[in-house]
């Protein structure tokens, strides 16, 4: 006999972005670190502008980890620097981080639904180990079966045993899920 996974009735809102078949999720992350670097010389001061393209971040956020040199400008400022102090690089020169993040846009053949909702904690128990869990570990996977691909979504977390258990979501209707987040609107106070 299954074990039934019911909604929260707690959790059940209406979906702000019902109907929609388009998602707009975060996608790459490119990170351009530009480093200036100066040296003296006879001639004045040879200043390097060096620009790099990574997508990760050392753990102080002030370098780029693993970044691809892709540009390099040179300018020498000339100047006496019989003791002297070299001028500063110049004025359109300067150190930066920035992060910049894609957006990518999601199509989608099913359009969101109007309601969302999370299900409740329950216990399962793996058919082979016996092993009781949280539903939520069960675990995924696919493999071949001759010439067909097999897929599982209650693969027990503990054993490895595909199909271990059997689960069935509580389904209702928009109907029943609107009247459910009616009751969930808190009630306004009368001055």
Same mark, same amino acid.
């Given at each position: ?16 972005? *019902?109907?929609? @078949? ?6 790459? =992350?490119?990170?351009?670190? /530009?480093?200036?670097? !100066?040296? +003296?010389?006879? !001639? ?8 790099? =393209? !990574? @997508? ?9 980890? $693993? %970044?691809?040199? /892709? %540009?390099?400008?040179?300018?020498? =400022?000339?100047?006496?620097? *019989? !003791? ?10 300067? $150190? @930066?981080?920035? /992060? ?17 909702? #999370?299900? #409740? ?7 082979? +180990? ?23 979504? @209650?693969? +027990?977390? &503990?054993?490895?045993?595909?199909? +271990?258990? #059997?689960? &069935? ?23």
């Amino acid at each position: 006999m299954p074990t039934k996974i019911k909604i929260n009735r707690k959790s059940v809102k209406k979906n702000p972005n *019902a109907g929609q @078949s388009v998602h707009h999720l975060p996608g790459r =992350i490119t990170i351009t670190q /530009v480093m200036i670097t !100066g040296e +003296c010389t006879d !001639g004045g001061a040879v200043y390097r502008k060096r620009t790099y =393209i !990574g @997508s990760k971040l050392s753990p102080d956020k002030q370098q780029l980890v $693993d %970044g691809h040199l /892709v %540009g390099e400008e040179t300018r020498t =400022i000339e100047y006496n620097n *019989a !003791g002297q102090f070299p001028p500063p690089p110049p004025p359109d020169w300067k $150190d @930066s981080i920035s /992060v910049n993040t894609s957006i990518q846009e999601i199509h989608s053949l099913t359009p969101q639904p109007n309601w969302l909702y #999370e299900y #409740e904690d329950a216990e399962v128990e793996c058919s082979i +180990c016996r092993s009781e869990f949280p539903w939520e570990k069960l675990e995924s996977d696919y493999g071949w079966d001759a010439d067909d691909e097999i897929y599982s979504n @209650s693969v +027990c977390p &503990e054993c490895g045993a595909w199909e +271990c258990c #059997e689960i &069935e979501f509580e389904k209702l209707s928009d109907k029943e899920l609107e009247a459910i987040a009616k009751l969930n609107k808190p009630k306004r106070r009368k001055k």
